[in-house]
């Protein structure tokens, strides 16, 4: 079964503790994705990768970190995490992101204290 | 640069109603367009793209959509709605040319009423 498997799917946390959110894939897609979702604001992407160690900024790509080392993984990594930081996050993969179906994780909701 | 309007945030209707969520976008480059529907507590999943060709666009669950160039819209329609179509309803646009990212709308929430 095609997925796309986020962890951990709720976590709160404390100002300035340092975290990852992991993204794993078995569909074998080279793209990857990290966006946010705000009410009133849609998902707006934070980092993107194209393939292994090329990575680049999204929209909102402020106080957050990527990795690319593996094809099927991309964490998202908050070196400092504040308030503002509090959100749904989504992973999301694709064979070909600008025509084909983009694959989304269930999420994970982070609360920054 | 593109962006995508939906322009309600919700959208009440009762069961078996029609119902038409509406799209507008701008963009300087070819568009392709997609409806995504998130349920609660769900990631996102595929309604619907346009890529090109016919301008009505059939997708999942008995949704379609429109794609008007001239207006530039991609509303999104159901001849009758049930209550398991409550959900979040998000419009998205990508450009042609290696853009590479999917530009998303900020949702309109359907709730379908008994």
């Known amino acids: 079964e095609a997925q796309v498997t986020q962890n951990p799917r709720y976590l709160i946390t404390v100002t300035g503790k340092k975290l990852t959110v992991t993204c794993s894939q078995n569909m074998n897609h080279e793209y990857m994705s990290w966006y946010r979702q705000d009410p009133g604001l849609g998902l707006r992407q934070i980092y993107y990768?194209?393939?292994?160690?090329?990575?680049d900024k999204g929209d909102v790509p402020e106080g957050y970190k990527v990795s690319r080392k593996e094809k099927r993984n991309f964490p998202l990594i908050l070196e400092s995490p504040s308030p503002n930081q509090t959100s749904l996050y989504f992973c999301?993969?694709?064979?070909?992101?600008?025509?084909?179906?983009?694959?989304f994780g269930e999420g994970s909701r982070l609360t920054v204290l | 640069a593109q962006s995508v309007t939906q322009l309600d945030s919700q959208v009440p209707v009762f069961e078996e109603a029609p119902v038409e969520l509406r799209c507008n976008y701008s963009s300087s480059v070819s568009v392709y367009l997609f409806w995504y529907v998130q349920y609660p507590n769900q990631g996102l999943q595929l309604l619907l793209k346009y890529l090109s060709g016919s301008t009505l666009v059939k997708g999942i669950n008995g949704f379609e959509a429109e794609f008007n160039k001239s207006q530039t819209s991609f509303h999104l329609r159901k001849p009758s709605v049930h209550i398991s179509d409550t959900a979040e309803y998000f419009c998205?646009?990508?450009?042609?040319?290696?853009?590479?990212?999917?530009?998303f709308g900020a949702g309109t929430r359907l709730a379908v009423h008994p």
């Open positions: 998205a646009v990508s450009g042609a040319g290696g853009y590479n990212k999917l530009i």
């Open positions: 999301a993969t694709a064979f070909e992101v600008n025509t084909g179906e983009l694959f």
């Open positions: 990768s194209m393939n292994v160690e090329v990575t």
